[in-house]
C-alpha cells in the first residue's frame, strides 16, 4: 500500500505545476473526482436534516436543517470559486465542460451568509405554516375549536362533499390559514432569490429557473404548447360546468363563464378526477377500484409491492433494501407534524433513496405512488453518474416516469390483469373505455392551465410586474383568464391564495408539471411502439415488456449529462416538445365530448366575473328550495375584487355630490 501511495503522490506532483494551466484537463479531471467526492458527503448530510425536519416538524429540527443547508451552501461556495481555476467554459471535453457549467450553478448559495440565512428562513416560515395549517369552526361543528389537517379532512370534504356551504368553508379557510400568513416571507424570498440571480448573471429568477431546460424561447415554447390544448380544455370545461350547475341548482355562477373554484373536486381545482361519477358519460359503468383494493385488504405496503413489481417485471431495479424501512409511506399516528406532500429523496449516496407521504388506499394514492416510484426508479437508473448529472433530463422529465407507467397501470386492460376490475368487468367494453379516458381527461386535460399558469404568475412577480399589493389581483386574473375558474368568496389584496398551494411556500417550480403532462405521451406512444402495441393509444399497457423497459433505463442512465433534446431522442426519435400524442390518446373522448357540448358556449370571459346568475332546475325537475340571492348568501359570491371596485364607485359618487355642494 506504501508503493501505492507513493506513487500517486509522485503523480500529483507531476502534474502540479500543471494545476496553474486554466486548461489543464486532466488536473480539471482529478480535482472533478474530488468535488464529487466531497459532495458524496455534504448533500447527504442537508438531505437528512431536511428529511427530519420534513417527518418531524420542530424547531429543534428547523434549526438544524438551516445549519446544515448553511454548510452545504459553503460547499457549493467553495466549489463555485475553485472552478475559476479552469478556463472551463473552452474546454473542448463536453463531459467535463458540462460538469463545471453544472457546479458553477450554485443558485441562492451565492448570495452573502446573512442574506443566504435570511432567505432560507424566509422559506422555511411558509413551509413550517403550510405544514402545521389547521381550519376551524367547520359548520354544523358543535365544539368550534376543533380544527382539521389538509390531509385528509379538508381533502376528503373538497373530494366527496357536494354542500355548497361546506365546499366553500373549506377553500376559504385553507387560504385563510396558509397564504394570507405569507406575503412578508414571500415578498423577502422574491428579493432575495432576484439578487442571487443577478450575481448569476441572470436578469431575475423566473430566467434562472428557465434556464434549467436550456432552451431559447422557452416562454414562447410553453405558450405554443398551451394554446395547442386549449380547445380540447374548453370542450372538458363547458361538459362540467353543464352538470356543475345541474348539481347546484340555486346557487350564484359567473355570467363571464367561469366555475366557482370550490366545486371541482380539489382544493386547488388543478384535479377534477374527483367529479367522475358526475361527468362519467356512462354512470353505470364505474372505473374507480378503490372500493376492490379495500375489499382485497389492500394497505400502503401492499400498493407499494405491486408498484415495484410493474418496474421490476419492465426488466429495471428493485427497491435497495433500505427502502421501506427508512421511507415515511403513512401519516405518522404519534400527532407530530408531517409534510404529508408526497415526495421522492435521493440522498445523493448512491444507496439511500426514500419517499414521503400520507398514504390512503385509494386508486388516486395507487397512482401517486406510482409516480413517486418513478422519481426512485430514475435515481436508481443515474445514481453512478457525477453528483451534478443526479438529475433529470430537465425537472419535467422526472414527473413524466412515474405518470407515464401509470398510463399504463390505470388501464382497463391492466386492473382486470391485476384482479381490480369487477368480473362482470369487460375491460374491452367501449362504453368503458369512454369512462376510463373521461377520468384520464379530469386528471390530465384539467390540470393543464394550473400547471400553466402558476410560473407565468410567478415569473410576473419575479420580473417586478407584479408587486406585493397585487399578488392575489393578479393570481386570479391569470386564473379566471387561463383556467376558467373563479373565486367562490370575496378575495382581497391582503390574501395570497398562491401560498395555499405546496409548490409555492415550498419555492419549488411548477412548469416542469405542464412539461411533464406533455412530454409523458410521447413517452408512452414511443414505450407502446417498442412494446409491440396496436391499436388506439390509450389502450396500450407495456407491462412486461422489457424492451420497452431498456429503452427507457437508456434514457434515464443519463441523468443530466446530455441536453434534454438528446434524452427524449433517445427514447423517442424526436428532439421537440408537441401535443400531437396527448391530442391522439384522447381523440374519442374529444370526439364525444363535442357532441355533448354542442348547445353550450365554448370557454369563458378573461375577466373574473362581476355579475352572477342563479341556475333554475330544468321544467321536469321536482321544485327545489329556494336559496338566498347572491347579495344575501352567506357565501359571498363575488369576483374576488368587487369590494375594491365598489368602494372606488362609492368614493367617486361622493366626490361628485361634494362637488356640487362646493359649487
Not at 406510482?370 to 445514481?383: A, R, T
Not at 399504463?408 to 391485476?418: D, E, F, N, R
Not at 376510463?436 to 410567478?458: E, H, T, V
Not at 419549488?508 to 393509444?537: D, M, W
Request: proline share 6%; with cysteine; aromatic share 12%.
Amino acid at each position: 500500500m506504501l508503493w501505492k501511495a507513493c506513487a500517486l503522490l509522485f503523480f500529483v506532483a507531476s502534474i502540479g505545476s500543471s494545476f496553474g494551466d486554466r486548461n489543464n484537463i486532466t488536473a480539471a479531471k482529478i480535482w472533478l473526482e474530488e468535488y464529487n467526492t466531497e459532495a458524496e458527503k455534504v448533500r447527504p448530510e442537508a438531505q437528512e436534516a431536511s428529511w427530519t425536519w420534513n417527518t418531524n416538524i420542530t424547531d429543534y429540527n428547523n434549526r438544524l436543517k438551516l445549519e446544515a443547508e448553511k454548510k452545504k451552501s459553503e460547499f457549493d461556495k467553495r466549489s463555485y470559486n475553485q472552478t475559476l481555476n479552469w478556463d472551463w467554459k473552452n474546454f473542448t471535453e463536453i463531459n467535463a465542460k458540462r460538469q463545471f457549467y453544472k457546479i458553477a450553478d450554485i443558485g441562492e448559495s451565492v448570495l452573502p451568509t446573512d442574506k443566504f440565512q435570511q432567505i432560507t428562513k424566509a422559506k422555511s416560515n411558509m413551509q413550517s405554516v403550510y405544514s402545521k395549517a389547521r381550519v376551524c369552526n367547520k359548520p354544523g361543528d358543535q365544539d368550534p375549536s376543533k380544527c382539521y389537517p389538509l390531509n385528509p379532512t379538508l381533502e376528503n370534504i373538497m373530494a366527496k362533499s357536494t354542500d355548497w356551504k361546506e365546499l366553500a368553508w373549506a377553500w376559504e379557510g385553507w387560504r385563510n390559514e396558509t397564504g394570507r400568513k405569507m406575503p412578508d416571507d414571500y415578498e423577502k424570498f422574491v428579493e432575495l432569490a432576484n439578487e442571487a440571480a443577478g450575481m448569476n448573471g441572470y436578469t431575475d429568477n423566473g430566467d434562472y429557473w428557465r434556464s434549467w431546460y436550456e432552451t431559447e424561447n422557452f416562454e414562447k415554447q410553453m405558450e405554443e404548447l398551451f394554446i395547442g390544448l386549449k380547445d380540447l380544455y374548453k370542450l372538458l370545461h363547458a361538459y362540467a360546468r353543464k352538470k356543475l350547475k345541474e348539481r347546484f341548482v340555486g346557487h350564484p355562477f359567473p355570467d363571464s363563464g367561469q366555475i366557482p373554484a370550490h366545486l371541482l373536486g380539489n382544493m386547488w381545482a388543478q384535479s377534477w378526477g374527483n367529479l367522475f361519477t358526475l361527468l362519467a358519460p356512462y354512470p353505470g359503468k364505474p372505473l374507480d377500484v378503490t372500493e376492490m383494493m379495500r375489499e382485497q385488504n389492500y394497505t400502503t405496503r401492499k400498493m407499494f409491492d405491486l408498484s415495484e413489481k410493474f418496474f421490476t417485471d419492465l426488466g429495471l431495479d428493485p427497491m435497495p433494501p433500505k427502502f421501506y424501512n427508512d421511507s415515511m409511506l403513512d401519516k405518522p399516528e404519534d400527532g407530530r407534524d408531517v409534510v404529508c406532500h408526497a415526495s421522492a429523496w435521493d440522498f445523493y449516496n448512491r444507496k439511500d433513496f426514500r419517499i414521503k407521504q400520507c398514504t390512503q388506499v385509494t386508486m388516486d394514492w395507487l397512482i401517486t405512488t406510482h409516480h413517486e416510484m418513478g422519481h426512485v426508479q430514475y435515481f436508481l437508473q443515474y445514481k453512478d453518474q457525477p453528483v451534478v448529472f443526479r438529475r433529470g433530463a430537465n425537472p419535467g422529465f422526472h414527473e413524466a416516469i412515474g405518470d407515464v407507467l401509470a398510463l399504463s397501470v390505470s388501464t382497463p386492460k391492466h386492473l382486470k390483469k391485476i384482479n381490480l376490475l369487477r368480473p362482470n368487468q369487460n375491460p374491452d367494453d367501449e362504453e368503458l373505455q369512454l369512462n376510463f379516458l373521461m377520468n384520464q381527461a379530469l386528471k390530465k386535460i384539467a390540470f393543464i392551465p394550473f400547471g400553466y399558469l402558476i410560473d407565468q404568475w410567478r415569473w410576473k412577480v419575479f420580473k417586478g410586474e407584479t408587486k406585493k399589493d397585487e399578488y392575489n389581483e393578479d393570481w386570479w386574473n391569470l386564473r379566471c383568464k387561463h383556467q376558467g375558474v373563479s373565486p367562490p368568496v370575496q378575495r382581497f389584496n391582503t390574501d395570497f391564495d398562491a401560498g395555499s398551494k405546496f409548490h409555492v411556500p415550498n419555492n419549488t417550480p411548477y412548469i416542469r408539471y405542464f412539461v411533464s403532462y406533455v412530454i409523458q405521451f410521447q413517452f408512452h406512444k414511443a414505450l407502446c411502439k417498442e412494446a409491440g402495441h396496436n391499436g388506439p393509444l390509450h389502450k396500450c399497457d407495456i407491462d412486461q415488456s422489457t424492451e420497452a423497459g431498456n429503452k427507457l433505463a437508456a434514457m434515464m442512465k443519463l441523468g443530466s449529462s446530455k441536453e434534454w433534446p438528446d434524452a427524449m431522442e433517445a427514447i423517442t426519435g424526436q428532439r421537440k416538445m408537441n401535443v400531437s400524442d396527448l391530442i391522439e390518446y384522447f381523440a374519442p373522448l374529444e370526439d364525444w365530448l363535442k357532441k355533448e357540448v354542442k348547445n353550450e358556449t365554448l370557454g369563458w370571459d378573461d375577466q373574473c366575473g362581476r355579475n352572477f346568475t342563479i341556475p333554475t332546475p330544468p321544467p321536469t325537475s321536482p321544485p327545489t328550495t329556494p336559496t338566498p340571492t347572491p347579495q344575501s348568501s352567506t357565501v359571498k359570491p363575488t369576483s374576488g375584487f368587487d369590494s375594491i371596485h365598489n368602494n372606488k364607485t362609492f368614493i367617486g359618487i361622493f366626490i361628485a355630490i361634494l362637488a356640487i355642494f362646493v359649487r
